[in-house]
């Protein structure tokens, strides 16, 4: 089996103990505390449960075909920005050290992945270094925003400048939308992610980030949200309003859709079509949201019609390719 043949998910959520029982009730998950949780709901418990553990996990990914998963924090239940900027480093250093003690325990079936305080620039480059360096960690799990600041801001540009020199992978997913009415009916989640990965999307665009970081290798979670699903307005305003697009080289909103990666957790396999006829297969990777996604995610893309060739890029070739998967799984 080559790399090209592997089954590979992007999106699989994981949790560390003392991470997440420090974060318990701080997090969208319930408001930021505005509806606390004594107990997870019912039905909820037992997946919780199987994030802690790297062989259960790994269990599920046998069950489903899954070859490799790169596993990160679950930021909606364990996100730690809401801490100071110390105690958001120790946190997260804690959950680095669990992504690299994962990754060496299982080299062929996990991918770890780190989290930065990035309120923090000085504390997020040091342990961006130490994660890469020491821990040998490659991708880098970040949400939409801190603080209320998105990702394309010029106070973030020295991460960026870490990331493009050292050629990592940062996989893009919210912590959650801190406006209090999405709390109804849990639009926070339905509704809210996808608005933070479009308000991200842009922020990176229209900032320039994109443009001046060709080979950024940036995957948004979710498919990118509503943004690549709404370019004729986003056209029109291009036109009409030039002075919006000064940073982007003489490109339009659009062009920059290509320098995205995206993961295939939509739901509706009518949506990845018209993803794939906007970006196409080759900036595709396979993400179940696990544990609470796809039971079958090849299947699901065979349903959106992925076959062949296609097929095989999405479902774990293009994935193999960004993180340099070269030794096949045996």
Same mark, same amino acid.
């Not at 999106?11 to 560390?16: G, N, S």
């Not at 062929?108 to 923090?120: E, F, H, I, N, T």
């Not at 394309?152 to 919210?174: C, I, M, Q, S």
């Given at each position: 089996?080559?790399?090209?043949?592997?089954?590979?998910?992007?999106?699989?959520?994981?949790?560390?103990?003392?991470?997440?029982?420090?974060?318990?009730?701080?997090?969208?998950?319930?408001?930021?505390?505005?509806?606390?949780?004594?107990?997870?709901?019912?039905?909820?418990?037992?997946?919780?449960?199987?994030?802690?553990?790297?062989?259960?996990?790994?269990?599920?990914?046998?069950?489903?075909?899954?070859?490799?998963?790169?596993?990160?924090?679950?930021?909606?239940?364990?996100?730690?920005?809401?801490?100071?900027?110390?105690?958001?480093?120790?946190?997260?250093?804690?959950?680095?050290?669990?992504?690299?003690?994962?990754?060496?325990?299982?080299?062929?079936?996990?991918?770890?992945?780190?989290?930065?305080?990035?309120?923090?620039?000085?504390?997020?480059?040091?342990?961006?270094?130490?994660?890469?360096?020491?821990?040998?960690?490659?991708?880098?799990?970040?949400?939409?925003?801190?603080?209320?600041?998105?990702?394309?801001?010029?106070?973030?540009?020295?991460?960026?400048?870490?990331?493009?020199?050292?050629?990592?992978?940062?996989?893009?997913?919210?912590?959650?939308?801190?406006?209090?009415?999405?709390?109804?009916?849990?639009?926070?989640?339905?509704?809210?992610?996808?608005?933070?990965?479009?308000?991200?999307?842009?922020?990176?665009?229209?900032?320039?980030?994109?443009?001046?970081?060709?080979?950024?290798?940036?995957?948004?979670?979710?498919?990118?949200?509503?943004?690549?699903?709404? #370019?004729?307005?986003?056209?029109?305003? *291009? $036109?009409?309003?030039?002075?919006?697009? @000064?940073? !982007?080289?003489?490109?339009? +909103?659009?062009?920059?859709?290509?320098?995205?990666?995206?993961?295939?957790?939509?739901?509706?396999?009518?949506?990845?079509?018209?993803?794939?006829?906007?970006?196409?297969?080759?900036?595709?990777?396979?993400?179940?949201?696990?544990?609470?996604?796809?039971?079958?995610?090849?299947?699901?893309?065979?349903?959106?019609? #992925?076959?062949?060739?296609?097929?095989? *890029? $999405?479902?774990?070739?293009?994935?193999? @390719?960004? !993180?340099?998967?070269?030794? +096949?799984?045996?």
């Amino acid at each position: 089996m080559t790399s090209e043949n592997l089954v590979i998910d992007f999106h699989v959520h994981a949790l560390e103990s003392t991470v997440f029982k420090s974060s318990t009730n701080k997090t969208v998950f319930t408001g930021f505390g505005a509806n606390p949780v004594t107990e997870p709901r019912p039905g909820a418990k037992a997946l919780m449960d199987r994030m802690f553990h790297p062989e259960l996990i790994i269990e599920d990914m046998d069950a489903r075909g899954i070859d490799m998963s790169v596993v990160t924090s679950s930021t909606v239940l364990q996100g730690t920005s809401w801490a100071d900027a110390a105690m958001d480093l120790a946190l997260c250093q804690r959950c680095n050290a669990q992504a690299a003690e994962w990754a060496v325990a299982y080299p062929k079936r996990l991918v770890g992945s780190m989290v930065l305080p990035l309120q923090d620039m000085e504390r997020s480059l040091k342990e961006l270094r130490r994660a890469n360096d020491q821990l040998g960690l490659r991708v880098i799990n970040v949400s939409s925003s801190y603080q209320g600041i998105y990702l394309g801001d010029a106070r973030y540009n020295p991460f960026w400048d870490e990331v493009a020199a050292k050629d990592l992978t940062v996989w893009v997913h919210p912590e959650g939308v801190e406006d209090p009415w999405f709390q109804n009916f849990g639009l926070w989640n339905s509704l809210g992610q996808s608005i933070e990965e479009t308000k991200c999307m842009a922020s990176l665009i229209y900032n320039g980030v994109m443009a001046r970081y060709q080979n950024l290798k940036v995957v948004m979670a979710h498919g990118g949200g509503y943004f690549p699903h709404y #370019l004729g307005r986003i056209d029109r305003n *291009a $036109v009409n309003r030039p002075e919006t697009v @000064k940073h !982007l080289g003489g490109q339009s +909103p659009r062009d920059f859709l290509s320098h995205f990666y995206y993961d295939t957790c939509v739901y509706d396999p009518r949506v990845l079509q018209v993803l794939i006829a906007l970006v196409g297969t080759d900036r595709l990777v396979m993400g179940s949201d696990y544990p609470v996604g796809e039971k079958n995610p090849v299947q699901w893309l065979q349903q959106a019609g #992925l076959q062949g060739d296609a097929l095989t *890029a $999405v479902a774990g070739g293009n994935a193999a @390719k960004l !993180l340099h998967i070269s030794t +096949p799984n045996t």
